[in-house]
């Protein structure tokens, strides 16, 4: 089966979405905490460390989802296609950009054809796997 055109489109979705929350990890590292912390004074200070916490945890999640789900899909396994769909429902909640690719991407990706290559590609190399042993 031949293999989607648009999947290097997705591919490039994924790294890029990687690359922008990386981009998002480091000014959250290097901007705002370093200043907020040193002018809080009190109380405010453990629950503001702790939101800082909460979004670098959510943002580094992101970027390990994206990467998986582009070198799934690059070496053709179901398992990226259902991380690059995990990744594209949760691009939804980045408007507007993300909530237009995530859609996109994530009807390209359920399509049937879609997933009967990831499918038909998977049961290939299982087969291939056996006859060369």
């Not at 290939?124 to 006859?131: A, D, K, R």
């Amino acid at each position: 089966m031949k293999k989607p055109d648009l999947l290097i489109l997705v591919v490039v979705w994924e790294l890029l979405s990687a690359f922008f929350a990386l981009m998002g990890l480091l000014s959250v590292a290097i901007i705002v905490f370093p200043d907020a912390t040193v002018s809080m004074l009190g109380t405010a200070l453990p629950g503001f460390i702790f939101g800082i916490s909460i979004i670098v945890l959510i943002l580094l999640s992101y970027i390990i989802i994206s990467i998986i789900a582009a070198i799934g899909i690059i070496n053709n396994r179901n398992w990226g296609r259902i991380m690059g769909i995990v990744q594209a429902a949760l691009s939804i909640f980045a408007p507007p950009v993300g909530t237009v690719a995530g859609i996109l991407i994530l009807v390209y990706l359920l399509r049937p054809d879609v997933e009967g290559y990831f499918k038909s590609v998977e049961s290939n190399g299982s087969i291939q796997e056996n006859t060369d042993k």
